[in-house]
Structure formats: C-alpha cells, structure tokens
C-alpha cells in the first residue's frame, strides 16, 4: 500500500509537465498560425461542390497575399452570385476549436486556432479547413502535400517544440498523442 502514495506525486508532476508542454505548443501554434475554415451551407451534393467552389475563389485571390476579409467576403458573394446560390457568404476572424488534421508531413493538433471562417448561408453542412498563414492552402490542394517551401515557411514562425510536435517522420508521435490528450480535456472543461 506505501507504493500507491509514491506513485500518486510522480504521476501528478509528469501530468504537470505534460499540461505545460501542451499549453505551450498550443500557444505558439495557434499565434503563429492562421486557418481558413469554409462551412457549407448543408450537405448536399450541390452545396458541398458550392464550398469547394468559394474555397478555390478564395484561395485564387490568396495565392501571393492574404486577402483582407472584406475582399474575401466579395470573392465568395461574387462567385455565390455567379452561379445564383440562393443564400449569401459571411466571413469573420474567430478563434475555432479545430480537430487534429494529419497532412503527409505534418500533424496539426486539435485546439484553438485563430482562423477566418467562412459561412454559406445556413452553415449547417460539412466543413474544409487548412493553414491559411503561412500559406499552406494553395500549395496543399495544388500538389496533395506541402511543398518545401511551404515546409519552410511554416518552420519558419514556429519554435522548435512546435516543430518537434507536428513533425511527421513515418512513426506515431507519442509526445503528440500526450498533448491531444491534454488538449480534448481543457476543451471539455473549456465547452
């Protein structure tokens, strides 16, 4: 039985230290990242084929530069309007709890992110998401994976913990899986 209470205080200090780590990386990645979050109207075949529509007027118009959301918002009417959607386009800056996303190279963890969203009418369909800054969206749907560059850029305005944690090398990360973990119950108590 004296084993249960030694155990106790070196469980506890390592969920302490793993709480840290978490909060750290979740910081400097959602400050230092931005994402482009598209929400379809609804499921539908039509309204699905829609957000990918609005997705790459979007992302034509942030090919060199990220568009203020005002211009955004007019890519997304204008195209909503040229092919005569029966509802409008809202574009907002948020902090979205967005889930983990797994590219070829990298792995984003689930948390809070400050992202641009974009709403097609009633918002209540499937959603697309990428890494708006540094810009990884073009280079992701052009090519299927990150480019170098786009590697670059990215590794460019994250720490090196960051890095080590969305880093993919063929193997599971385990420090990753720790800091989901950690993540999914501050959003828990968070919502």
Known sequence: MKKIP??????LSIFCLCFV??????????????R????ANSNSPIDQRIKLGVRDRILEKSEKDFPEIAEMEVAAQEYLDTIGAPYHAEVAWEKCHIPAKAYKQITLPQGEYNCVKVTLGNGLGENWWCVA??????????????????????YSVLDNEAVLTIAQNGKFNVRFKIV???????????Y
């Open 6 to 11: 030694c155990f106790f205080p070196v469980f």
């Open 21 to 34: 780590y978490s909060v750290s990386v979740q910081r400097n990645l959602s400050s230092n990242l931005l």
């Open 36 to 39: 482009l979050h598209v929400v």
């Open 133 to 154: 800054y540094p810009p990884l969206c073009y280079t992701e749907s052009m090519f299927g994976a990150m480019t170098d560059e786009g590697k670059e850029k990215l």
């Open 180 to 190: 989901e973990t950690i993540q999914s119950i501050i959003a828990k108590i968070h």
